[in-house]
């Protein structure tokens, strides 16, 4: 569907390789969502909608079908209402109303064999000269079934008639109030004014009629021929909404106290009293009725279904929808707040009952459907827009390539999670998915505020949850961990039920989880939290009751003159915990001081695991449940590491002090040119020496100085990265496994270690030594640690190598290592530990590493071949490729807008060169940088398909993919790349032509169609310049067909 650029300012270096040309190109692949604050929804009943329209604020519509939700940008303000035009379904049109007034007219169009929704026209209704801006105001939207004619209520109390499709006004149709009033009896002329219109509908049976109703209680039937009132209601209440029964005969209106109305609609009687008045909830005040059905059943009374209604005094600020049916009364609470609803009903228009099956509900933080015909009216597992932020996400964790039988479980232990949903498939079924079957199996596991660990499905387009683990019921909360949400008793009133799985409100802070490990193959999972808790989980398909061991691990190794000023530790729950099945915790590490772990490590093979925190770091043998060793980081002068990040406590002398000493040395560093200091005048000369030497090197002009920083900059203990190893580290003769640990200091400790083999693995202690300690020169914190085996390939993951899924790595040959901190990349040899060579990335560009990762780049063309390089993300919101073990940068993009530090500091890197951040607090964006791994939307709507209407049927919905267009426009990606060379040689030799692809890349970004056509051609160029005719163009050329790269796929 339509695509949207947002531009780029991508650069490139020279590349090594063809391969290398060839497989790396920035491509924002989908957007994995639940759109928070959404806007509208379908106003009416709706007839087993195959399409089903959502607006957001933000400015993106999500046209809903059978298992995707796709987004499409919006060029002017936020969206505030969204109409789907019923009798245009079948044309796939769409007429949204924005909050500047404007309505666009929409229309999902065929394009190279896949839908793209395009805008057709827009339309600002507008007044008399000197009219009040609330005059042509519109409140009220009412497609007619004609589909050629829109009905246009407004604050001023007209109702105005627009033409479809081009938007014209037909001035001599308006129902003006006064035409209304003249036309209304005696003693109704004088009784109301008018005010706002309400609601619009149109007459069920007669399409030459429709509804009018007013704020202060007035209802019309208007005669569209004859323009005359045929029937008026008077309400003592200010009106809220209107309903038409399905055979005309009755019309229901809710009112602002909370009582709803039933009118008979009679030729004989112009002017009836109600049939009946009730106040659901009454005798007591209550809120607003502001919407209602009354939907017929072939069996028993009518659904009456509405929205708010409830005692002001007790139940004023719930979120409630109460559905009443026979002797059972519902009200769903939603626990945020409920922007729109409507009823899925039967689908033959010439059916005499409306037989409601299902309850479509837009909350402003999660869509929810609930089935109505199921015992119970249980809700519908949604396939997409699940509730990502359902808790807050503090923190991510992506796996690649998943083993099968890991995915079997995982999905057979989530299974009896959802036994509280319906078995019905999800009711809104259209489009068509063209969307390859994902290649491979990928978990995204996010960790919340409220102590769980989801687990989502992330190899296609769609984000699908397989499985949650809490981790709540090994400790000792406020809250019963076997207490159900919907507990109630059974005389409790208004009968409220908690639907929904957003719940933002954590019981305890302290069990955040703030770093996820997960071994696929060994099924182990390591979850560290806000508190210094460290849990060591296995899989387990049973139900199971046992007492999880506890260990606790001082950091501090008590020293004197530390003491901690944060929060408390979470005390664990003691005796056997039932534990359900799935990831099953059997010990618990306790770090002292409680503060929030930053760094975890597993290694499943050893059967070891390592954390660290602002204070140092462990290592712990989850095998025999002892703890091997801990190394205290903290520096005499980290006191802050000591206050913890839930502390109020701060010292802001010190944090004064160490601005003004930042201050003093720039500018001494900037102004003078001190002489190095002779070696041999002991410790605190030669840390002179090596600042002073720093700051006196010659710069290239394109490079900018690195100033030393001080080791008495607060955190320097604070642990960044933890690395498993099995390489050189004592001579060159021998290797062993070894755990690597980089400081925010700029420190690199290194410990040989000593594991039994797996006969003596229970009975010998692992053993521990440190081995080395590099201090960088800059003092940098350290990022990401790496080592090279003697062909400067990354070493495998633990048990990799025994499952046949990678090479051994080569052990003669000389390993390398990586040591990346924020401001440059460095190589040494091992075991010496001598520098090789590296690349200082600040002094380049001025930027600073956020976020590093090896990944493995294949190639489109040669199957079986393919590189190892780093992707880098820096605090600019750049990403970078940088090649191994030469240090060469390939590609740089700018990916994330540098303001988003939430989005920044919420990146993962995947194994194959993808990677996933927050736009929002509800929102993943998934992008590319290798042009083989490539997970994109593609789908087809076909207008046809909306003239047959099934019933839903019972089975498991969310197991399909759907999927979306691309940039290019070309069904797949094989027949765009055969075509692609007799186009991009035309295009090369047209200096003219690339000047406007840059041009019309640095443009307007709302223009959707524009954008999609560019970057289909301004790839093709990229594609075949990188191919060997880079030497027939300039300098604007390379940048034009780099922007090509940057087009974003949005949905």
């Not at 339309?123 to 589909?147: D, E, K, W, Y």
């Not at 639907?499 to 060994?522: A, H, M, N």
């Not at 003596?760 to 030594?769: C, K, S």
């Not at 060469?888 to 996933?916: L, N």
Request: glycine content about 8%; some cysteine; hydrophobic content about 35%.
């Amino acid at each position: 569907m339509t695509l949207r650029g947002r531009g780029s300012s991508g650069t490139s270096s020279s590349l090594t390789s063809c391969e290398e040309a060839e497989g790396m190109c920035l491509q924002a692949c989908a957007r994995l969502v639940l759109v928070a604050d959404g806007g509208a929804w379908l106003p009416a009943p709706a007839q087993r909608p195959r399409l089903q329209p959502l607006s957001a604020h933000p400015g993106h519509r999500h046209p809903l079908g059978s298992h995707q939700a796709v987004s499409f940008p919006v060029p002017r303000l936020s969206l505030r209402d969204a109409l789907e035009e019923p009798g245009a379904l079948a044309l796939c049109q769409l007429v949204t109303l924005l909050d500047d007034n404007s309505l666009h007219l929409w229309s999902l169009k065929v394009k190279g064999g896949l839908s793209e929704l395009q805008e057709d026209s827009s339309f600002t209704l507008r007044g008399p000269p000197g009219a009040a801006p609330s005059a042509t105001q519109i409140t009220v939207v009412l497609p007619h079934s004609c589909c050629k004619l829109l009905y246009l209520g407004t604050e001023s109390g007209n109702v105005f008639v627009v033409q479809l499709p081009a938007f014209r006004a037909l001035e001599d149709q308006t129902i003006s109030s006064d035409a209304v009033l003249q036309r209304l009896p005696e003693e109704a002329r004088h009784r109301r004014v008018f005010e706002m219109v309400e609601a619009l509908q149109e007459h069920p049976r007669d399409p030459n009629q429709i509804l009018i109703g007013y704020s202060r209680g007035l209802i019309v039937i208007w005669d569209l021929q004859g323009s005359r009132v045929l029937c008026h209601f008077l309400s003592s209440q200010q009106l809220e909404n209107v309903c038409w029964q399905r055979d005309a005969h009755l019309i229901v209106s809710c009112h602002s106290d909370g009582s709803y109305c039933q009118w008979p609609v009679s030729s004989n009687t112009p002017q009836p009293e109600p049939l009946s008045s009730c106040v659901p909830y009454g005798p007591f005040p209550c809120k607003a009725i502001t919407k209602i059905f009354w939907l017929t059943t072939r069996q028993g009374l009518p659904f009456t279904i509405f929205q708010g209604g409830m005692p002001r005094a007790s139940y004023g600020d719930r979120h409630c929808i109460s559905v009443v049916h026979n002797s059972q009364q519902t009200a769903f609470d939603f626990t945020s707040r409920v922007i729109d609803f409507t009823v899925l009903i039967e689908a033959d228009p010439a059916a005499a009952f409306d037989d409601p099956y299902a309850l479509v509900v837009l909350a402003e933080e999660e869509l929810v459907v609930i089935d109505l015909q199921a015992a119970g009216w249980p809700p519908v597992q949604p396939p997409y827009l699940a509730s990502l932020h359902c808790s807050a996400i503090t923190c991510s964790h992506h796996v690649s390539n998943i083993p099968l039988k890991l995915w079997e479980r995982i999905i057979a232990a989530g299974s009896r999670q959802h036994t509280h949903f319906s078995t019905m498939e999800w009711p809104i079924d259209g489009g068509t998915s063209l969307a390859p079957a994902p290649p491979q199996r990928d978990l995204l596991l996010t960790g919340h505020e409220d102590g769980t660990v989801r687990f989502w499905d992330a190899s296609g387009v769609c984000l699908r949850l397989l499985y949650k683990l809490s981790t709540v019921r090994v400790f000792l909360t406020d809250t019963d961990p076997n207490e159900s949400l919907n507990a109630q008793g059974e005389d409790e009133w208004p009968p409220l039920r908690k639907v929904g799985s957003f719940d933002p409100y954590s019981d305890d802070p302290r069990l955040g989880i703030q770093k996820i490990f997960l071994c696929k193959y060994s099924g182990y999972l390591a979850v560290a939290g806000t508190a210094g808790q460290v849990l060591v989980l296995e899989l387990n398909d049973e139900e199971a009751e046992h007492a999880v061991e506890q260990v606790e691990a001082d950091l501090l190794q008590d020293q004197e003159g530390y003491r901690w000023k944060g929060h408390e530790r979470l005390c664990a729950r003691p005796g056997p915990v039932h534990f359900e099945p799935g990831f099953q915790p059997f010990v618990l590490v306790q770090c002292q001081p409680p503060a929030v772990v930053t760094s975890l490590a597993l290694h499943s093979e050893w059967r070891l695991v390592a954390f660290g925190t602002s204070h140092g770091f462990g290592l712990f043998d989850h095998q025999q449940r002892r703890q091997i060793f801990v190394k205290c980081t903290l520096h005499p002068s980290d006191q802050l590491a000591l206050e913890g990040p839930l502390s109020r406590v701060k010292s802001l002398k010190k944090s004064l002090r160490q601005s003004f000493r930042r201050i003093r040395r720039s500018r001494v560093s900037s102004r003078k040119r001190q002489p190095a200091v002779p070696p041999g005048e002991g410790p605190e000369g030669s840390s002179r020496a090596e600042r002073t030497g720093l700051q006196n090197i010659e710069l290239a002009p394109v490079q900018r100085k690195i100033e030393a920083r001080s080791a008495e900059d607060s955190f320097t203990g604070f642990v960044r990265t933890l690395y498993f190893a099995d390489t050189y580290l004592r001579d060159s003769s021998r290797h062993c496994p070894s755990l690597w640990a980089g400081t925010n200091g700029g420190t690199v400790y290194a410990f040989a270690l000593r594991v039994p083999p797996a006969e003596r693995r229970m009975d010998e202690p692992v053993r521990a030594e440190q081995a080395k300690e590099i201090q960088l020169m800059h003092r940098a914190p350290v990022v990401g640690i790496l080592v090279l085996d003697g062909h400067s390939v990354p070493l495998p993951e633990p048990l990799e190598v025994a499952h046949d899924l990678s090479k051994s790595p080569d052990m003669q040959g000389g390993h390398q290592l990586l040591v990346v901190s924020e401001e440059q990349f460095k190589v040494f040899t091992l075991p010496k530990v001598s520098a090789r060579l590296k690349l200082k990335l600040t002094a380049l560009e001025g930027s600073r590493v956020r976020r590093v990762s090896a990944a493995r780049f294949g190639s489109c063309r040669a199957e079986d071949y393919g590189e190892h390089h780093l992707a880098v993300l820096t605090n600019l919101g750049d990403v970078q490729v940088v090649s191994l073990p030469l240090l060469k940068p390939q590609v740089r993009y700018s990916c994330i807008r540098r303001e988003d530090v939430s989005g920044i500091a919420s990146c993962v890197f995947t194994k194959y060169g993808q990677g996933f951040y927050l736009i929002s607090p509800s929102e993943f964006e998934r992008f590319s940088l290798s042009t083989k791994w490539l997970v994109e939307p593609r789908c087809l709507v076909d207008s046809a398909e909306t003239k047959n209407h099934s019933r839903p049927r019972n089975g498991s919905g969310p197991e399909k993919a759907l999927g979306q267009a691309r940039n290019s426009g070309s069904p797949r990606d094989g027949e765009e790349r055969r075509s692609g060379p007799v186009m991009e040689h035309a295009l090369l030799n047209d200096e003219r032509v690339l000047k406007e692809i840059q041009s019309t890349l640095e443009g307007d970004r709302g223009d959707g169609p524009v954008f999609t056509c560019v970057g289909a051609v301004a790839t093709g160029v990229l594609s075949e310049w990188r191919r060997g005719t880079a030497s027939a163009m300039g300098e604007r050329s390379e940048r034009a067909a780099h922007a090509g790269c940057m087009m974003n796929t949005h949905y």
